[in-house]
């Protein structure tokens, strides 16, 4: 159980155009989704936390303009990069949280694989 | 502020070997720790969690950590590695900010175990 799909898994594209990322919970269902960005060798930096019906909560230096995020369901969330620029390649990394774990307190986050995009 | 230190950039040991991939953190309240590893090109996968209880806390493929109040550490643990084991993992604390609640990743420790 607690599985999260992302798609596409990798993408390229030209500079200028815009390219949508889908997260999906695949067997439970996730009030809240999170949206992070990997640069090659480092952590995890939080762009934004999505939750189902409202807008998405960006953090500090995130274009809210730019990385467009849409939750429209308890199980499915996506994220626009609008006008792609290669500083925007990256590796982008969504999670979902159980809207059952929060009873137990743990607000327990299953990430998915990871999409690879490349700006060209 | 709220972070997560791993200090080791990369632990290498051999085959065999008992290894340790550190953790330190700094949050406020009660922590809720835990260890996910990363391998090329992949999501994070789940190791283990620590939120309350024993300090020694069991989890997948044989890790364990250790949670160290007084220390405010969490560190990883294996009895002895496998070559498999290679990959980067990372430590996190759930933080409570900004009315919501967050993942804080520290920057990842590379594991290399050796044949």
């Known amino acids: 159980g607690a599985v999260v799909s992302q798609h596409p898994s990798w993408v390229i594209c030209k500079s200028g155009t815009s390219v949508k990322i889908e997260c999906r919970s695949l067997d439970f269902q996730a009030t809240t989704m999170f949206w992070y960005r990997q640069f090659p060798k480092q952590s995890l930096m939080l762009m934004a936390t999505s939750n189902e019906g409202s807008k998405a909560t960006y953090e500090q230096g995130v274009e809210k303009d730019k990385f467009l995020i849409n939750h429209a369901s308890l199980t499915l969330s996506t994220l626009t990069v609008t006008s792609a620029h290669p500083e925007d390649s990256s590796f982008y990394i969504c999670?979902?949280?159980?809207?059952?774990?929060?009873?137990?307190?743990?607000?327990?986050?299953?990430f998915g694989p990871g999409t690879r995009l490349t700006v060209t | 502020a709220q972070s997560v230190a791993q200090p080791e950039d990369q632990v290498n040991v051999a085959e065999g070997n008992p290894l340790t991939v550190k953790c330190t953190y700094s949050?406020?309240?009660?922590?809720?720790l835990f260890w996910y590893v990363q391998y090329p090109n992949r999501g994070l996968q789940f190791l283990l969690k620590y939120i309350t209880g024993d300090n020694l806390v069991k989890g997948s493929y044989g890790f364990e950590a250790e949670f160290n109040k007084s220390q405010t550490s969490f560190h990883l643990k294996k009895p002895s590695a496998l070559v498999s084991d290679s990959a980067l993992y990372f430590c996190?604390?759930?933080?409570?900010?900004?009315?919501?609640?967050?993942?804080?990743f520290g920057t990842g420790t590379r594991l290399k175990v050796l044949a």
């Open positions: 996190a604390v759930r933080a409570h900010t900004s009315g919501t609640y967050k993942y804080i």
């Open positions: 999670s979902a949280r159980d809207l059952g774990s929060g009873r137990g307190g743990t607000y327990e986050q299953y």
């Open positions: 949050v406020s309240g009660n922590p809720y």
